[in-house]
């Protein structure tokens, strides 16, 4: 089953980024140029996330760093295991995941990039070294379709430690989950990151009503509630309130995001990403 899923994403994957990128680079991203060259003032249309805020400050006038643009990259794509990716109502959340993972990580190999994989709950599941081969996309998305989250919890705080411990280099870091909980992202600041969340969008809209018997995926702890209108009302703020605490986050850290729904065409919203 999980072998005709893996070969299933691979075609799509593929069909998705050479039929989009015809006559270019079939990757969804090309070198960003994260070797640094030297500095020079900043002058009108140049990226303000180059703005060296250092030299800045000391000089009074702003000034931006150069890259040598055309090297090979270091990217690191994160799979956040916990039990809530194991839902969906078009399709399970982790599906969508190993989709996302899939086009990222071929895109990153054809480029001739630097790809390392992580799978991440509150430890280490899998890491897979820097590498530059095919085959290890078929190991990585066996494993993203294969694996059971249930009883695993995502902890942000315990990735940000690994990350800095194991990543030495600087890197494009990809982290890809659905982002619930205490998030602070802002100590991989060395690195370019982007956030891809992964949602239903029943979770952010749920029509049930009346007594229900509900199973926490993280611990698998079952609790009879009665869910009414009120009740609903509220669980729509509270979630509201902590994505917008998410966002305002990624954007004071500059940390690219997108989100992506499980009815969605991952491709179509990570190369509107790349574009931005």
Known sequence: MFLDKTEEILIKTRRNIFGQNAGGSPSLFSGNG????????YDIGDDVRKINWKVTAKAQRPFVNLFNEE??????????????????????????????????????????????????????ELFMPPTKKMGTLHITLEK??????LEHVSDYEALVHYVNERVKRRSLIFVVGDFYGDIDLSLLN???????????????????????ELVD????????????????????????????????????????????????????????????
């Open 71 to 124: 090297r090979e990259l270091n990217i690191l794509v994160v799979f956040m295991v916990s039990g809530s990716i194991y839902f969906g109502t078009k399709r399970f959340k982790q599906e969508l995941m190993a989709e996302i993972l899939a086009l990222l990580s071929y895109s990153s190999i054809k480029n001739d990039d630097r790809l390392s994989t992580l799978f991440f709950s509150d430890k280490e």
């Open 190 to 212: 060395k690195h370019e990151l982007f956030a891809v969340m992964v949602r239903d969008r029943f979770e952010e809209d749920p029509k049930l009503l009346g007594e229900m």
């Open 34 to 41: 994260l070797d640094f060259k030297e500095l020079r003032e």
């Open 217 to 276: 995926p993280d611990t698998m702890a079952q609790q009879e509630l009665m869910l009414s209108a009120p009740v609903l009302k509220a669980y729509e703020k509270e979630l509201q309130r902590h994505d917008a605490q998410l966002q305002t986050h990624f954007e004071q850290h500059r940390i690219r995001y997108t989100k992506i729904y499980t009815d969605e065409e991952p491709f179509v919203k990570l190369s509107n990403l790349f574009r931005h």
């Open 144 to 149: 993203a379709l294969g694996m059971n989250p």
